[in-house]
């Protein structure tokens, strides 16, 4: 799981690193300008808080980076639908097999 996480992240940097700010996204901790925020981002939206509203702020954001007129991406529901799915599979795999070895 750690390494889909991380696998994730890199891509998430590379698609969304110009959103400088959404309703949810934050330059100070809630974004994906560097690999440390998109995990914790990340983790974020596993635990299920709120993953749709960073979803759409990656879609259509506020703000974006000096210089990029246009930063919001086309691929951030594919992107975003897969990794909570992923997620959720592996979080009923986990309860599943501690519940069967009791």
């Known amino acids: 799981d750690v ?4 696998i994730y992240a890199v891509l998430a940097v590379f698609l969304f690193k110009d959103i400088e700010r959404g309703n949810i996204l934050n330059s100070e901790f809630i974004n994906f300008h560097n ?10 939206s596993s635990t299920g808080e709120s993953w749709y509203l960073i979803m ?4 259509t954001p506020i703000q974006c980076a000096e210089g990029v007129s246009d ?3 086309a691929w951030a529901p594919a992107f975003f639908i897969s990794f909570i799915c992923i997620c ?7 309860f599943i097999s501690v519940s069967y070895t009791h």
């Open 3 to 6: 390494y889909k996480r991380q």
């Open 35 to 44: 690999f440390g925020n998109a995990i914790l981002t990340l983790f974020r």
């Open 56 to 59: 759409y702020d990656c879609m």
């Open 71 to 73: 930063c919001g991406s």
């Open 88 to 94: 959720t599979f592996i979080m009923l795999n986990l």
